[in-house]
Nanobody, 121 residues
Framework: VQLQASGGGLVQAGGSLRLSCAASGRIYSSAVMAWFRQAPGKEREFVAL????????LYADSVKGRFTISRDSAENTVYLQMNSLKPEDTAVYYC???????????????WGQGTLVTVSS
């Protein structure tokens, strides 16, 4: 299964963006789908995750209440709705697929290519 992330761009602080992660091929119901991000000079960090089979979600404290992860099984796509964006949200955002309910990047074995989000102040 390959993952293709899209939807990044330049937005002013306080604005919104929706990222998409389209998967080619079948995603098994046991899969966990996640978003991570990596800012320049920093480690890749967890943002949000959801189970493919049901709408359980988990968020990093830094995005809780502003970001929403969702999935559309008919479209084979995972979304990340980002509201009230801040300059510190600037990063390359990656979608990932794993099988464990985990915030650790090493637990994910399939990654999209990343999409750049830039938030101006």
């Amino acid at each position: 299964v390959q993952l293709q992330a899209s939807g990044g761009g330049l937005v002013q602080a306080g604005g919104s963006l929706r990222l998409s992660c389209a998967a080619s091929g079948r995603i098994y119901s046991s899969a966990v789908m996640a978003w991570f991000r990596q800012a320049p000079g920093k480690e890749r960090e967890f943002v949000a995750l959801t189970r493919w089979s049901r709408p359980s979600t988990l968020y990093a404290d830094s995005v809780k209440g502003r970001f929403t992860i969702s999935r559309d099984s008919a479209e084979n796509t995972v979304y990340l709705q980002m509201n009230s964006l801040k300059p510190e949200d600037t990063a390359v955002y990656y979608c990932a697929r794993g099988s464990q309910w985990s915030q650790q990047r090493n637990d994910y074995f399939s990654w999209g290519q990343g999409t750049l989000v830039t938030v101006s102040s």
